[in-house]
């Protein structure tokens, strides 16, 4: 029995940007729904292709049998976008080095992109929590480790505007 008209379908699948994810894995849920798993990964590829060879998080939504998706940021995903590093063969190169140089605008630049998300009272916790993902990831912040940023921010040393 095909689903009913009109009814919205909420999919959250994590996806490498620029490839269309494991069909296989996309069957499950939407064999119910009677919606062919290549056209939502068409989609996701579709919707993707900005964040090549990164990972997302995308919601897809679908509605009469029509997929259309949209990519949930990360705080990772966004670091690494700013770090504009070349675009790597994920089945060749493992285990790489994120050793870039950020600057304190693009900390601020996305720790406005995931406020909304943030659990932080204060705009100042957001830009903690991305110097703490800054610092897993291994990069530098104005070439500084992310650890004494968030120790100059304590301190006062470093203002963090409203």
Request: glycine share 8%; aromatic share 2%.
């Amino acid at each position: 029995m095909p689903p009913k008209p009109d009814v919205i379908h909420t999919l959250v699948v994590r996806a490498i940007g620029g490839e269309p994810p494991n069909m296989a894995t996309l069957a499950p849920a939407l064999g119910p729904l009677g919606v062919p798993p290549k056209k939502v990964a068409d989609a996701i590829k579709a919707g993707t292709t900005g964040y090549k060879g990164l990972k997302v998080t995308v919601k897809v939504t679908i509605v009469n049998r029509n997929p259309s998706c949209e990519v949930i940021p990360s705080s990772a995903m966004l670091l690494l976008q700013a770090l504009d590093e070349p675009v790597r063969d994920r089945k060749k190169v493992k285990n790489v080095l994120h050793d870039g140089n950020l600057t304190l605008d693009d900390v601020f630049g996305v720790a406005r992109q995931m406020r909304e998300r943030s659990l932080a009272k204060e705009f100042v916790g957001t830009v903690m929590e991305i110097l703490g993902t800054a610092s897993s990831l291994g990069c530098t912040v104005d070439g500084q480790k992310p650890k004494d940023v968030q120790q100059a921010i304590r301190d006062g040393e470093v203002v963090v505007p409203d």
